[in-house]
């Protein structure tokens, strides 16, 4: 199948500083990319949508400046957490879809710790 | 509005046993329906997916599931499990007309016994 890679797979950052996260798909072109968030034992929260291009579609409740999605090119995602705070801590996770295919495929998440 | 409902949130077999995870979905149009296992800390892997053609679905490492439209369901099944199987497993759906979203259920925890 197709990769998704998700780039760090862990960071730990101090309160009040931001953090970038990286998707990248390695082997198609990923007009679609999802970002979600997951808290320990639970399901993923799915964050915003964003397409190539244009601006990402953020869910209800989910702050915009604070969660900057970038998806400037058709291999690259990225989700920069702005000002970091110790509930922003959790499981990020990205997925890329291409044009034509109904399935979506995971990056191995990222592990944010703000101290 | 598309919906998807993990009845259990716990499962514990023993090896070598049975697995039964259930699933049942909620769509106004026809779904696309997925199994996929995450391991902790990890990313999610698709195990199988249903995308309108044939109702029993086959999957990676011994999984199936089959799609029932009459009951709304998309039980998972293992006929043996094994120790590698305990994970994290989310039933998700979706359709073409919700502009291909994914909808997780809030997971299954499977726990294989000795």
């Known amino acids: 199948g197709a990769v998704v890679s998700q780039h760090p797979s862990w960071v730990i950052c101090k309160s009040g500083t931001s953090v970038k996260i990286e998707c990248r798909s390695l082997d198609f072109q990923a007009t679609t990319m999802f970002w979600y968030r997951q808290f320990p034992k639970q399901s993923l929260m799915l964050m915003a949508t964003s397409n190539e291009g244009s601006k990402a579609t953020y869910e209800q409740g989910v702050e915009k400046d604070k969660f900057l999605i970038n998806h400037a090119s058709l291999t690259l995602s990225t989700l920069t957490v702005t000002s970091a705070h110790p509930e922003d801590s959790s499981f990020y996770i990205c997925?890329?879809?291409?044009?034509?295919?109904?399935?979506?495929?995971f990056g191995q998440g990222t592990r944010l710790t703000v101290v | 509005a598309q919906s998807v409902t993990q009845l259990d949130s716990h499962v514990s077999v023993s090896e070598g046993t049975p697995v039964l995870l259930r699933c049942n979905y909620s769509?106004?149009?026809?779904?696309?329906l997925f199994w996929y296992v995450q391991h902790p800390n990890k990313g999610l892997q698709l195990l199988l997916k249903?995308?309108?053609?044939?109702?029993l679905v086959k999957g990676i490492n011994g999984f199936e599931a089959e799609f029932k439209k009459s009951e709304t369901s998309f039980h998972l099944t293992k006929p043996s499990a094994h120790m590698s199987d305990a994970a994290e497993y989310f039933c998700v759906v979706s359709f073409t007309g919700g502009g291909n979203k994914l909808t997780f259920g809030t997971g299954t925890q499977l726990k294989v016994e000795l």
């Open positions: 997925s890329a879809r291409d044009s034509q295919g109904t399935e979506a495929f």
């Open positions: 249903y995308t309108s053609a044939a109702t």
């Open positions: 769509s106004s149009y026809s779904p696309s």
